[in-house]
């Protein structure tokens, strides 16, 4: 959803970096430029990113993934005097190793942004019913609330998106 929103909202050359391939597919499903294969080694990561960028890193990189290596790695792709947003760790994922240095050197600015607000809940909900993105296909599973459970198991798995449970089933 943040990049169908970044999309939307006029944003210049959007990447996705990820290990799941069907997630990278989804990321240009829902507006990125180029998806970047999370698996490959930093450096050629890092000059893919400058290939899509005319030389630079990024502007602002996004951590949306709740993975601690993935806040790590944030810090490499951003560009000298870029931004860090970390929006993905809404459970505690452990510590990352984060070099001071780096955080100086590039003279980064993070900022951490928590899950939602009422406001902005109405907002993603008004922009899904405006949009012409696909955003029925961001749920790969829809349960009853009796499977639960069975759904919670199912997140965070390989091939699975959002998984909604509908109380009301």
């Not at 947003?85 to 050197?105: C, K, L, R």
């Not at 459970?149 to 449970?165: C, F, H, Q, R, W």
Request: proline letters at 5%.
């Amino acid at each position: 959803l943040t990049i169908a929103v970044l999309k939307h909202a006029g944003a210049g050359n959007i990447i996705a970096v990820d290990v799941a391939d069907d997630k990278l597919k989804t990321a240009e499903t829902f507006g990125a430029d180029a998806g970047i294969d999370g698996k490959l080694p930093m450096e050629e990561r890092l000059e893919r990113i400058r290939q899509l960028n005319h030389g630079e890193l990024s502007d602002i990189v996004i951590e949306a993934a709740g993975v601690p290596a993935a806040f790590q790695d944030s810090l490499e792709y951003v560009r000298r005097g870029g931004m860090v947003i970390e929006g993905g760790h809404f459970t505690d994922g452990g510590p990352a190793s984060v070099n001071p240095f780096t955080i100086t050197y590039k003279e980064a600015d993070i900022r951490g942004v928590w899950a939602s607000h009422p406001v902005t809940t109405r907002d993603a909900i008004n922009f899904m019913e405006r949009s012409a993105i696909p955003i029925e296909n961001m749920a790969t599973h829809i349960l009853p609330f009796d499977q639960a459970e069975k759904g919670m198991n199912l997140a965070g798995n390989p091939g699975v998106g959002k998984v909604i449970i509908k109380p009301w089933e």
